[in-house]
Nanobody
Framework: QVQLVESGGGSVQAEGSLRLSCAAS????????MGWFRQVTGKEREGVAS????????WYADSVKGRFTISRDNAKKTMTLQMNSLKPEDTAMYYC????????????????WGQGTQVTVSS
């Protein structure tokens, strides 16, 4: 079955960096759009970044453009989110997601989720 396992979350001070990873299994990884989402308790889950099956297309939410970088390694079936210049408002649970249609993060429709990894940024 489809499995997505995130790692790399933690606590960091503002302007610091973290690198999240997602390990995928149970499906043909190279055929799917993948994305990162985040959620603060009590708020809707929002798309942060997404990437096309081959990695050539990358999309970002306006709030993270220029600070976050999404990438993938199809041979290893992994995806990463490099987060730099972190802000307290980036604090959230971050989820890895497999896409079911469009790759653009604004129209990304997840079909599967990981369990999430917590990112906490202090001021």
């Amino acid at each position: 079955q489809v499995q997505l396992v995130e790692s790399g979350g933690g606590s960091v001070q503002a302007e610091g960096s973290l690198r999240l990873s997602c390990a995928a299994s149970g499906f043909t990884y190279s055929a799917y759009c993948m994305g990162w989402f985040r959620q603060v308790t009590g708020k809707e889950r929002e798309g942060v970044a997404s990437i096309s099956p081959g990695g050539g297309g990358r999309w970002y939410a306006d709030s993270v453009k220029g600070r976050f970088t999404i990438s993938r390694d199809n041979a290893k079936k992994t995806m990463t989110l490099q987060m730099n210049s972190l802000k307290p408002e980036d604090t959230a649970m971050y989820y890895c997601a497999r896409g079911g249609g469009y790759c653009d993060v604004r129209s990304f429709r997840p079909t599967n989720w990981g369990q999430g990894t917590q990112v906490t940024v202090s001021s």
